[in-house]
């Protein structure tokens, strides 16, 4: 059994920062992504990376967000920066693998962290 937790979402203007973390527990997969959700639109990879810490990124958060992990601590972050306003969104976390280089998430997923950015 896998539990993800995520912390670190909230309301920040235009331009602003927020990290979210996740904490992973149970059989954690090699790899880890952020997928967010907003009102009305399906969920979509935002980041993801494997255990020896490469990264990979959607083109609409590449430059402005950072996604890391801390393998001792089962943990994963996204630092995001510049935000806009169409990053408003619930952000969560899950552990999965990566395929001929595209990230295929597991059947774990977090509750969700809500960022909210206004104009």
Known sequence: ?????E????LVQAGGSLRLSCAA????????GWYRQAPGKQRELVAH????GSANYADSVKGRFTISR???????????????P???AVYYCNTGVVLSANYVPSKYWGQGTQVTVSS
Do not use: C, R
């Not at 059994?1 to 937790?5: A, D």
């Not at 527990?25 to 880890?32: E, R």
């Not at 990376?49 to 020896?52: R, Y």
């Open 70 to 84: 801390v393998n001792d601590k089962n943990t994963v972050y996204l630092q995001m920066n510049s935000l806009k």
């Open 7 to 10: 912390s670190g979402g909230g």
């Open 49 to 52: 990376i494997t255990s020896g």
């Open 86 to 88: 169409e990053d408003t």
């Open 25 to 32: 527990s149970g059989s954690i997969s090699s790899a880890m």
């Open 1 to 5: 059994q896998v539990q993800l937790v």
